[in-house]
């Protein structure tokens, strides 16, 4: 049976997910849209809460809906439903709730590894879910978000991500106090910003145990932070600045080697 | 005088070359939206022709507004109208339409620099931008973007260059050609890509004439392109793969070293 109310509670609550963080924490669900996601979340081992599909992709992604089946109950929605739910412009038609992962465990393991990357009031969405797929890809351990970064669960976050939210260790915190406890355990800890101090990067290697962190996108990284931290730039010419994911990308790279 | 109805023919025009690359490329003109990006244009040297600002945005930004009546017509439209013109949801309230350079002049400038960045098929607005802005920051002596790229003068590729697409030297051209010309030249060409004959990036350095091909998002660098070119690979794990303009930002480094 196919579902065509904008009063179904399923694509209420569905619809809300999409959009408000609200609804997210106090619900402890994500949401996200898309055949390769919702397969990527699968396989990352997230627990799924159910699927929507609209008649259109039921028809045309049979296998993925086999496999989501497996795991959670799919319903069936209208074209014209989906659309109505759906923050895309041409959504593919599949969507995915499930349950976020209490990423504040994660702590311990991210100190584990040799590499952080920490994120100071990142606020673009696009911008983070970049973050956490190059931090992934180049073999860093783990992502420290501060009070006041972007959502890592949005579906905006999931989606630049690629799945890599579902994959690396990462946990919210308050940003002093995480430095404070990455330098304890015997990292070096650079705050990517340009002073008299900051070292060039390039100019020097990077300690085995080290961490970098990304400032706010408009303000860099906070006064308080930066006190805590060692200095390190990227030399730039022409442009003004870099883009923060096109700077972490780089400082991912040069900690990595 | 405001300007109120959405018949007028510069609301219509202008409404136009935000959206359509048909528009663009027929009237030579570009269009831009907000207070930097239309100063950056302005300081690039870019010949100006028309500006619309809202009422609010007239009383709120009267030096930016200063600026650039001392250089094209400056129309004022109301809120509600420049809402229905802008690609924007809270847009500033500034617009600038402006000439298109001719780009293709370029060639020569590019192949007398260093350091090349070409780009086969780059279909993102975003990533586009992103990559012109990182290529101008790392000292890039230009980019060369092949037929099927991005349009570098949409509203959403100027933005996300925060400016650079103004005044970095770029061409467009025929892909296998280009790097036909650019090796004559002298430059050690490298297409980003996995294959058996791939170089790992940071196990050699970069001669003083070198190239850079980045490739589409989803198929990578051509097969015709890729037979021209030396092979480098980022290595990688967990993700499946780097987004294009992080790969980017990571090769431009390397190369500008």
Redesign the interface.
């Known amino acids: 049976m196919k579902i065509t109310s904008r009063k179904n509670q399923l694509v209420v609550q569905s619809r809300g997910l999409l959009r408000e963080k609200r609804l997210r924490d106090e619900e402890g669900l994500f949401a996200v849209e898309g055949v390769k996601l919702c397969l990527e979340a699968l396989s990352a081992g997230i627990t799924p809460k159910w699927a929507l599909v609209s008649e259109t992709a039921a028809e045309k992604f049979v296998e993925a809906v086999r496999e989501i089946e497996q795991s959670c109950a799919v319903t069936v929605v209208s074209d014209d439903l989906y659309d109505y739910l759906s923050e895309q412009k041409t959504p593919q038609g599949i969507f995915l709730a499930g349950q976020i992962l209490d990423k504040s465990v994660n702590l311990d393991r991210i100190l584990s590894s040799g590499k952080i990357l920490l994120l100071d009031c990142v606020q673009d969405s696009?911008n983070l879910g970049?973050m956490l797929?190059?931090a992934?890809?180049?073999?860093i351990g783990g992502v420290i978000l501060g009070d006041g970064c972007a959502d890592v669960w949005s579906p905006k976050t999931l989606r630049?991500s690629?799945?890599?939210a579902f994959?690396?260790p990462a946990c919210a915190v308050d940003m002093a106090g995480a430095v404070k406890t990455v330098k304890e355990k015997g990292f070096a800890v650079y705050a990517a910003m340009l002073d008299d101090t900051a070292q060039r990067l390039?100019s020097f290697a990077f300690p085995e145990k080290s961490a970098v962190v990304i400032g706010n996108e408009g303000h860099g990284v906070s006064a308080e932070v930066a006190g805590l931290c060692q200095k390190v730039y990227?030399p730039?010419?022409?442009?003004?600045?870099?883009?923060a994911?096109?700077?972490a990308?780089?400082l991912c790279?040069e900690m990595s080697?």
């Open positions: 696009g970049a797929r190059t992934e890809a180049l073999g630049a690629m799945g890599s994959r690396l390039g990227i730039i010419q022409g442009a003004e600045s870099l883009n994911a096109a700077a990308a780089i790279w080697k």
